[in-house]
Nanobody, 126 residues
Framework: QVQLVESGGGLVQAGGSLRLSCAAS????????MGWFRQAPGKEREFVAA????????YSADSVKGRFAISRDNAKNTVYLQMNSLKPEDTAVYYC???????????????????WGQGTQVTVSS
């Protein structure tokens, strides 16, 4: 069983930056595709970004391309989400997720991710 713990959320002004971290334990981190999803109040959970087990392939939602970057450090069992040029509409709870299937299969679909963290709140003020 994999446990995922997110950190790095907080309150930031529009145009600012945050880096989220997700630390994994209890499994073989380097074998999982990893993703970030977010859920704003009253909205469905949506895909943000994902990275393959090696870090060599990434996917990003159109809404965050050019502003957010996902990366991973398999030696530290950690995946990151660097968020720049933040906007008020980025306000949400951000969740880290791990997929036992390759990124090409898991992709942007939340139901294909097997393990989830508890989430970290990101609030962007205007």
């Amino acid at each position: 069983q994999v446990q995922l713990v997110e950190s790095g959320g907080g309150l930031v002004q529009a145009g600012g930056s945050l880096r989220l971290s997700c630390a994994a334990s209890g499994g073989t981190f380097s074998s999982y595709a990893m993703g970030w999803f977010r859920q704003a109040p009253g909205k469905e959970r949506e895909f943000v970004a994902a990275v393959s087990w090696s870090g060599g392939m990434t996917y990003s939602a159109d809404s965050v391309k050019g502003r957010f970057a996902i990366s991973r450090d398999n030696a530290k069992n950690t995946v990151y989400l660097q968020m720049n040029s933040l906007k008020p509409e980025d306000t949400a709870v951000y969740y880290c997720a791990a997929a036992r299937q390759p990124l090409a299969y898991a992709g942007r679909r939340s139901e294909r991710y097997d393990y989830w963290g508890q989430g970290t709140q990101v609030t962007v003020s205007s």
